[in-house]
């Protein structure tokens, strides 16, 4: 079984530039995940979906991320302007059910995003 | 706020001792707690337990949960050069839509020769 794709896997920008990255969930997996992982930090929830629909985007900064799951499959999350804080690994992650079961989070290798 | 607090943040021991990893947590209305090891990049999945008292095995590593003192301990004996990585503690509340974590800050261990 192909696990969760993620591209680039490194991007370095400079600040105020944007970028956007990508994300192929395991196939089938309803709900599909973007976390923000900064350095020597545990990762952080940014958006969660449910096929195409947003669940929770409570921590995502609305200003300059963005981020879509139009076909209820692949997903890109957007930064625009992106700032030096920005600088981390951005993990995408899947899970097969709708909650309704007990069942893990499957992880991509992530995106190495540095904001000179 | 749900909140996962590890300890230690990091730990280096020789080639063939045994570690604990501690993980203790705030959570309303919990639903399962999961262990991750993260080498570089993506966390893998190691352990997800949602019962007290109840010892997950794999191989050399193991963990339990305590419900009533919310922490949960993650065991690895006669560890290898191999078993260098982030362990990541995660919660998951209830209820659950989608299963939606929050991740400690990890424990880095290295294990030397």
């Known amino acids: 079984e192909a696990g969760v794709a993620q591209s680039p896997r490194y991007k370095i920008i400079e600040k105020r530039q944007s970028v956007a990255f990508w994300c192929n969930p395991i196939s089938g997996h309803a709900t599909l995940y973007w976390y923000q992982q900064i350095l020597g930090q545990g990762p952080k929830l940014l958006i969660q979906?449910?096929?195409?629909?947003?669940?929770?985007d409570s921590q995502l900064p609305k200003d300059r991320f963005s981020a879509e799951r139009l076909k209820g499959v692949d997903s890109t999350l957007k930064i625009q302007p992106a700032k030096l804080e920005d600088s981390a690994v951005y993990l995408c992650?899947?899970?097969?059910?709708?909650?309704?079961?007990?069942?893990?989070?499957?992880f991509g290798p992530g995106t190495r995003l540095l904001v000179l | 706020e749900d909140k996962v607090v590890q300890s230690p943040l990091s730990l280096v021991v020789h080639e063939g001792d045994t570690v604990t990893l501690n993980c203790s947590y705030e959570?309303?209305?919990?639903?399962?707690l999961l262990w991750y090891k993260q080498e570089k990049k993506a966390p893998t999945f190691l352990f997800m337990l949602t019962s007290s008292g109840i010892e997950k095995k794999s191989g050399r590593l193991s963990s339990i949960l305590d419900k009533k003192e919310l922490f949960s301990i993650l065991n690895i004996t006669a560890t290898q050069t191999g078993d260098s990585a982030v362990y990541l503690c995660a919660v998951e509340p209830l209820p659950a839509t989608a299963s939606k974590l929050t991740f400690g800050t990890g424990t880095r261990l290295q294990v030397t020769l």
């Open positions: 959570v309303t209305n919990f639903r399962s």
């Open positions: 992650a899947s899970s097969p059910s709708l909650g309704l079961v007990l069942e893990t989070q499957y």
């Open positions: 979906f449910q096929n195409n629909g947003v669940v929770d």
